[in-house]
């Protein structure tokens, strides 16, 4: 029989067997065993083994705030309200740039001083060729960082530190548009050999669509008795683990954001050119078939090979959207209708991100102040 509040007993083979509690729950209780020749022996076998227990489950619940640890469960818990593009997007941030930098820590030890200093890494030289990072790049790290935080305070209860202290420089490029002589320079090749892809090339310039939104459209997106193409889903390339032989795929889903889902007008001159292209409307826009597409990346080369024609200085597919934008603020489209017809969020982006007046319309604005300050 054991003593009074001690879990050892004399067995019938004479040896003595100590026991102590490994994991307890609901449903049952899991014990560990010692035995011993004696009572004594037994006794200090379990005294050794219960403090042994301890110290592995102090290390064991202290690894589980390590910062891997977090990281993996956060994004586990995100799969359910993101695209899946963001939890791969996310992913590789947290495998490429945090998982490097802070494994095997503590994440309630990440300080100011150690974010500061991974900030000044990834600007001085992160990335592959270590040659740094952009600031676009070291925001969106920096973005994921702070959401796992955030995950580690409120769901895990962990006290972790202010952050607001890291400041990311951001570098402004000047956005490149295409002028008007070369506008109408592709605007005129275009037009002269209407291939389904040079029709969306000139959809895109005309209507401001992404790549992504114009290589997953289809002509059943296209009302003409409406005059309105429907942008309700985007075309892109996304890493996959489901077959070790093939890295990606290509997925449509729907566009990158709810204000992206939207309806465009037909501009005239497009319209026309759309009544006499028609095709079915499972057709792919820029293939005219419904078993082939044109991805993003082929959509791409195809752009800068007609600029090579055209003899116009290499750009992005892109660059076509922001070209839009500007035009359409140069005569004076109305700012919140060309926000919607954008897809974006609300008038900020607009402005701020994609409308670059040209020096042309800053002249002409300044010479309307001509009259009111002419000197008399």
């Not at 083994?49 to 589980?64: G, L, V």
């Not at 890291?166 to 490149?176: D, G, L, T, V, W």
Request: aromatic fraction near 8%; proline fraction near 2%; charge should be positive.
């Amino acid at each position: 029989m054991s003593k009074r509040g001690e879990n050892i007993y004399k067995r019938k083979d004479g040896r003595w067997e100590g026991r102590y509690i490994k994991e307890k729950n609901d449903k049952k209780i899991m014990y560990g065993y010692v035995y011993g020749k004696s009572y004594k022996e037994a006794k200090e076998k379990l005294s050794e083994a219960i403090n042994s227990f301890k110290e592995e489950k102090i290390i064991r619940e202290k690894n589980q705030e390590n910062f891997e640890v977090i990281a993996e469960e956060w994004l586990n818990a995100s799969k359910s309200r993101l695209k899946k593009s963001s939890v791969i997007k996310y992913g590789n941030i947290i495998k490429t740039y945090l998982i490097p930098k802070f494994k095997g820590k503590l994440i309630y030890k990440i300080n100011c001083e150690d974010m500061s200093n991974f900030n000044a890494e990834l600007l001085s030289c992160g990335g592959v060729e270590k040659k740094g990072l952009s600031s676009n790049t070291i925001s969106s790290v920096f973005s994921v960082l702070k959401r796992i935080f955030e995950y580690a305070g409120k769901q895990r209860k962990i006290h972790m530190e202010d952050f607001e202290c890291i400041c990311i420089k951001q570098n402004f490029k000047p956005m490149r548009i295409l002028t008007i002589s070369e506008q109408e320079k592709l605007c005129e090749y275009l037009n002269n050999d209407l291939t389904p892809c040079n029709l969306g090339i000139l959809m895109s310039m005309y209507l401001g669509l992404r790549i992504g939104e114009i290589c997953a459209l289809k002509w059943s997106d296209i009302s003409l008795d409406e005059h309105i193409v429907s942008v309700n889903k985007t075309m892109q390339r996304l890493q996959t683990d489901e077959d070790d032989n093939v890295k990606t795929k290509i997925i449509i889903t729907e566009p990158k954001s709810v204000s992206s889902n939207r309806k465009i007008p037909i501009p005239d001159n497009i319209y026309y050119i759309l009544v006499n292209m028609k095709r079915c409307d499972n057709a792919f826009l820029l293939t005219g078939t419904e078993n082939e597409y044109l991805e993003p990346r082929t959509m791409q080369n195809k752009f800068k090979a007609v600029l090579q024609i055209c003899k116009i200085d290499d750009v992005n597919f892109h660059t076509l959207r922001h070209t839009f934008a500007t035009r359409c603020v140069e005569v004076g489209f109305d700012i919140k209708s060309l926000s919607e017809i954008l897809g974006h969020s609300n008038v900020n982006i607009t402005l701020n991100k994609y409308v670059h007046p040209s020096m042309t319309l800053k002249q002409k604005n300044m010479n309307m102040l001509s009259n009111l300050l002419a000197v008399k």
